[in-house]
């Protein structure tokens, strides 16, 4: 099992690389969490329910203002291009563009987007989430730069403003077309919490965990497992999976899948093709499966949870078909451990984690034989579900 660095140990390391760095002591400190997905994937982007729940692994921020009127970033990141960059801070005349290094272009489009003036800053980052690893570091990334321009500037935005401005941040200046659901937890997580998030109406219901114990009232937690695997894609995988849910919108006469039912896709799967009917099969289940997920925790059913956990990664596996074996194996390997009730892969896909409820008692036996058991080298962490970004004491 990984260790998780506390956060005051990772804000105590981002005020030594300022300090190193800049030959000064830090004046605002901001932080915002990576997140997991429960269950609800592929959902957002047809109008759906995502279940996501804020993490302990994040970034923070801490900088200083300055009169130079330039903009000066440094991070701990292991980058493989330069983990520091100056460029002049943005005017009504001279706006920010994306640049190299890339990683600096997440925070460089909160900047251009913010609603306030920005002048020039010192900053030092530091994050405990894994980059590329389904964990949402970017999403993580723009929200702590987000809510430290608030203590700069000392314009405070509303949590959706937040997400919004975060999400358009990450289609403008990194090229990523994602969804809301990162930077809705990021900003919004809660202690014992996750978010039922409608991505059509963009309201979250907080939906507090500790209700859900075991039989024997112990304590739920998440295990999450990256299987440190990405494997290649032709670039067509998202976008054909896209255009095929919205091929079948069309087909059945609908904005969205969030308007159809399992009924209704039955009824037209000839209009549809099989293909087609298969992707939407997915979405409009996993909808249900997210509703479902919130009945369970809300009457305690551990169990229930479980289940439809593992029924969503069967579906994304045979339905929608982004696992991959690696993903297979874990959740496999999960399931068979007493204590772990529902497994399921968490992300895109092709890739990346896996996220489990287990009894408390048994998260380390499960990532245990996850060790023994897994052909490659898994990374695991044991998570309970933490709050959204916020200003630190410095």
């Excluded at 900047?111 to 570091?137: C, K, M, R, Y």
């Excluded at 037209?268 to 289940?285: C, D, I, P």
Aim: glycine letters at 8%; aromatic letters at 6%.
């Amino acid at each position: 099992m990984e260790k998780i660095e506390g956060l005051e140990q990772v804000l105590q390391r981002a005020k030594e690389a300022f300090k190193a760095e800049f030959g000064e002591e830090p004046t605002i400190a901001a932080q915002a969490p990576g997140r997991v997905n429960i269950i609800g994937e592929h959902t957002d982007y047809n109008e759906g329910f995502v279940f996501p729940m804020a993490i302990p692994l994040g970034t923070v921020i801490v900088g200083k203002p300055t009169t130079t009127g330039k903009i000066r970033l440094l991070t701990s990141s292991d980058v493989d291009i330069s983990k520091s960059l100056e460029f002049d801070a943005p005017t009504e005349t001279a706006r920010l563009s994306p640049g190299t290094p890339k990683w600096a272009n997440y925070m460089k489009g909160v900047i251009e987007h913010f609603p306030a003036t920005v002048g020039g800053f010192d900053a030092s980052i530091v994050t405990t989430v894994p980059l590329g690893g389904g964990l949402s570091s970017s999403a993580s990334l723009e929200v702590a730069t987000c809510t430290f321009l608030e203590s700069l500037t000392g314009k405070v935005l509303s949590k959706v403003d937040k997400a919004l401005l975060c999400q358009k941040a990450e289609h403008t200046f990194a090229n990523m077309p994602c969804g809301i659901m990162d930077q809705f937890v990021s900003c919004m997580g809660v202690e014992n919490g996750a978010l039922l998030i409608d991505c059509r109406s963009l309201q979250p219901k907080i939906v507090m965990l500790d209700k859900v114990r075991a039989a024997d009232n112990e304590e739920i937690v998440f295990i999450v497992v990256n299987s440190n695997v990405k494997h290649q894609l032709t670039g067509s995988e998202y976008p054909q999976r896209r255009g095929d849910c919205y091929e079948a919108a069309e087909k059945l006469g609908l904005k969205s899948l969030r308007e159809a039912t399992i009924a209704n896709l039955r009824d037209n799967r000839e209009k549809l093709g099989e293909r087609v009917y298969q992707r939407a099969l997915h979405v409009v289940s996993e909808n249900e499966r997210c509703i479902k997920a919130e009945e369970c925790i809300a009457n305690g059913d551990i169990e229930g949870l479980g289940r439809v956990m593992y029924q969503s990664h069967v579906s994304l596996r045979d339905l929608y078909q982004v696992s991959c074996p690696e993903l297979d194996q874990l959740v496999d390997i999960t399931m068979q451990v007493p204590g772990v009730y529902g497994s399921r892969m968490t992300g895109g896909g092709f890739g990346g984690c896996i996220v489990a409820a287990v009894k408390s008692s048994q998260a380390q036996a499960a990532i245990e034989e996850v060790h023994k058991k897994y052909t490659q080298k898994a990374t695991a962490y044991i998570f309970t579900a933490k709050q959204g970004a916020g200003i630190l004491k410095i």
